[in-house]
Nanobody, 120 residues
Framework: QVHVLESGGGLVRAGDSLTLSCAASGRGYSVLKMAWFRQAPGKDRELVARIFMSSGDTYYRDSVKGRFTISRDNAKNTVYLVLNDLRPDDTAVYYC?????????????WGRGTQVTVSS
């Protein structure tokens, strides 16, 4: 079992910044990748950014490119998402997903989410 804990959300104004953290804990596993998703009220959950833990390769959805930065600390099995120049439409619950590899399969584990609210 992998436990996923997000932190760092809050209420900010448009143009402000936040840093989200996601820590994965457990034993006997290897983390393949970690990703941030978000879900706004009435909308589907969407992928925001993803990073592969070994290579550091990243992906960003178009609407956050140039504003959000994902990074990792392999020793801590932790990823960070820096959110700059926040906009009201960034308001959502942000979820972290950890993809674990083992036994020839990849299993996903989700955190409970952290709320980000951006006022205009």
């Amino acid at each position: 079992q992998v436990h996923v804990l997000e932190s760092g959300g809050g209420l900010v104004r448009a143009g402000d910044s936040l840093t989200l953290s996601c820590a994965a804990s457990g034993r006997g596993y290897s983390v393949l990748k970690m990703a941030w998703f978000r879900q706004a009220p009435g909308k589907d959950r969407e992928l925001v950014a993803r990073i592969f833990m070994s290579s550091g390769d990243t992906y960003y959805r178009d609407s956050v490119k140039g504003r959000f930065t994902i990074s990792r600390d392999n020793a801590k099995n932790t990823v960070y998402l820096v959110l700059n120049d926040l906009r009201p439409d960034d308001t959502a619950v942000y979820y972290c997903k950890v993809s674990r590899v083992g036994g020839g399969t990849v299993d996903d584990f989700w955190g409970r989410g952290t709320q980000v609210t951006v006022s205009s």
